[in-house]
């Protein structure tokens, strides 16, 4: 088959998967449900329901997880030779499982479990020392910046190392394949390093200056000015920050203050807008698989809002109000 028929063929079975997905009208469905028991029936009608109501949380976040993994492995053994952008955005569980070598680390705690990406993996996870787990890999030399850093940044050096990545991949496709995928990856970075500044300002009370030695690729996004913009608008004046260009991303608290929470759903909103577009308005290519990958991410954290949500008790009218305020 050759590759405009192989993506002919993906992209019937993709917009099958995505008419199934708990996105737009499907998920309002799924936010209506009343307990996680129900969630839980309508994600997996098929699978008998064997955990107590307090399990519930992890364990639909975890199979939905898992199974959004099995998906995307799929896709790529469809492939005759898989593109290593959609290697790489697998590779996020990867990272996954780094972060949770090394909390096990730093907590001793081992309930955390392992993501298992098959061929595509570039080492096999397992329990153990860091310094014996990932001596070998592509990671080994967080191992001695482990010695010297706290958890928080090295979790920050693997997130910009996947976000670099991400980058390398965008910019070696062809011309017209890169035109397409390198603008809305460019809008996510800076909308990413604004939220991450306002979280860094808002709740660790982080100076402008080691704010912006925290950006992700910042050689490449250039947001100095946007991020410095944001630290001269003060939080008692939300008119101010409704006048700034992205004050969308943050709402108002009830004593009128500026309210910086919503940031993160508003941004992955607006990303999502982007993922849709593609995968709807570039068939045949491999912006439109792309799209598919970052459309079930999104669903990923559609799921876990609402389990989530059920679980601590907000309401359906709360929870609704919260997300479709974003």
Do not use: C
């Not at 989530?308 to 907000?314: Q, R």
């Amino acid at each position: 088959m050759n590759r405009v028929g192989s993506y002919a063929y993906l992209h019937g079975k993709l917009h099958g998967m995505i008419a199934k997905s708990f996105l737009e009208d499907r998920f309002k469905t799924l936010q209506k449900l009343a307990s996680l028991s129900d969630v839980y029936r309508a994600l997996f009608p098929n699978e008998p329901l064997e955990v107590s109501e307090k399990d519930l949380v992890t364990t639909i976040q975890r199979k939905h997880d898992e199974r959004l993994l099995q998906w995307f492995l799929k896709i790529l053994d469809l492939f005759p030779s898989p593109p290593p952008l959609l290697i790489h955005l697998v590779r996020r569980y990867e990272i996954r499982n780094v972060k949770t070598i090394f909390r096990r680390a730093h907590s001793g705690v081992l309930s955390s479990v392992f993501w298992n990406l098959k061929r595509y993996g570039s080492f096999i996870p397992m329990e153990g020392e860091p310094a014996q787990v990932l001596k070998n890999t592509s990671y080994a030399y967080l191992i001695e910046l482990a010695e010297k850093k706290p958890l928080w940044a090295l979790e920050f050096e693997l997130d910009e190392q996947y976000y670099r990545g991400l980058l390398k991949e965008i910019q070696s496709l062809p011309g017209y394949e890169r035109s397409i995928l390198l603008p809305p990856f460019l809008k996510e970075l800076e909308l990413i390093n604004i939220v991450w500044a306002l979280r860094l300002r808002y709740f660790y009370r982080v100076s402008l200056e080691d704010t912006l030695e925290r950006m992700f690729l910042k050689e490449t996004v250039k947001v100095e000015r946007t991020i410095q913009e944001l630290f001269d608008l003060p939080w008692d004046e939300p008119e101010r920050w409704r006048q700034w260009r992205y004050g969308w991303l943050v709402g108002t608290t009830p004593e009128g203050k500026v309210d910086p929470v919503p940031a993160d759903w508003r941004s992955i909103r607006y990303q999502y807008s982007g993922y849709r577009k593609l995968f709807y308005h570039h068939p045949f290519t491999l912006a439109f698989v792309y799209g598919f990958f970052r459309m079930k991410e999104y669903e990923g954290r559609l799921v876990n809002s609402v389990t989530e949500g059920i679980h601590t008790g907000v309401s359906e009218t709360e929870l609704q109000d919260f997300l479709e305020s974003v």
